[in-house]
C-alpha cells in the first residue's frame, strides 16, 4: 500500500504540474495520503476493519479507473483517457492488496474457528 501511495504522489505531481489538472491531480493527492493510514493501522491492529476498509477502497478506485478509460466517461463530462504506465503500475499493485487482504481475512477467519474447536475440545 506503501507503494501504491508513492505511485499516487508521483501521479500527483505530473498532473498539478505538468498537466496543470486541478481536479486529478487533488484526487491522486487524497488516494494517495488515504494509503498512509490504512496501511498502517492494518499493520499494527489486529482487526479486519483496515483489510475491508483496503478493499471496498481499492476495488472503487480501480474501477473509477475503468470508468474514466471508456466511453462511460462521458457521465463525469470528460473524453476517456489513456492507460499509462503509472496506471498500469498502480493497478497490479491494487490488485495485489486486494487480495492480499481477501487472504488475510480468510486466515483470521479460519484461525478464530480452529481457536473455538480447540477451545470446545478443552472444555
Same mark, same amino acid.
Given at each position: 500500500?506503501?507503494?501504491?501511495?508513492?505511485?499516487?504522489?508521483?501521479?500527483?505531481?505530473?498532473?498539478?504540474?505538468?498537466?496543470?489538472?486541478?481536479?486529478? +491531480?487533488?484526487?491522486?493527492?487524497?488516494?494517495?495520503?488515504?494509503?498512509?493510514?490504512?496501511?498502517?493501522?492494518?499493520?499494527?491492529?489486529?482487526?479486519?476493519?483496515?483489510?475491508?476498509?483496503?478493499?471496498?477502497?481499492? =476495488?472503487?478506485?480501480?474501477?473509477?479507473?475503468?470508468?474514466?478509460?471508456?466511453?462511460?466517461?462521458?457521465?463525469?463530462?470528460?473524453?476517456?483517457?489513456?492507460? +499509462?504506465?503509472?496506471?498500469? =503500475?498502480?493497478?497490479?499493485?491494487?490488485? +495485489?492488496?486486494?487480495? +492480499?487482504?481477501?487472504?488475510?481475512?480468510?486466515?483470521?477467519?479460519?484461525?478464530?474457528?480452529?481457536?473455538?474447536?480447540?477451545?470446545?475440545?478443552?472444555?
Amino acid at each position: 500500500m506503501i507503494a501504491i501511495s508513492a505511485v499516487y504522489f508521483v501521479e500527483t505531481s505530473e498532473e498539478l504540474f505538468e498537466e496543470q489538472d486541478m481536479v486529478k +491531480g487533488p484526487f491522486f493527492l487524497i488516494v494517495a495520503i488515504a494509503y498512509l493510514p490504512v496501511a498502517y493501522l492494518m499493520l499494527t491492529k489486529k482487526s479486519a476493519l483496515p483489510h475491508v476498509v483496503a478493499i471496498v477502497g481499492t =476495488v472503487g478506485i480501480i474501477a473509477l479507473y475503468a470508468v474514466t478509460r471508456t466511453d462511460m466517461a462521458i457521465v463525469f463530462e470528460m473524453e476517456a483517457g489513456s492507460i +499509462g504506465h503509472l496506471g498500469i =503500475v498502480s493497478k497490479i499493485l491494487q490488485v +495485489g492488496v486486494v487480495l +492480499g487482504s481477501i487472504l488475510t481475512l480468510v486466515q483470521v477467519r479460519k484461525e478464530s474457528q480452529n481457536k473455538t474447536k480447540l477451545e470446545e475440545v478443552k472444555q
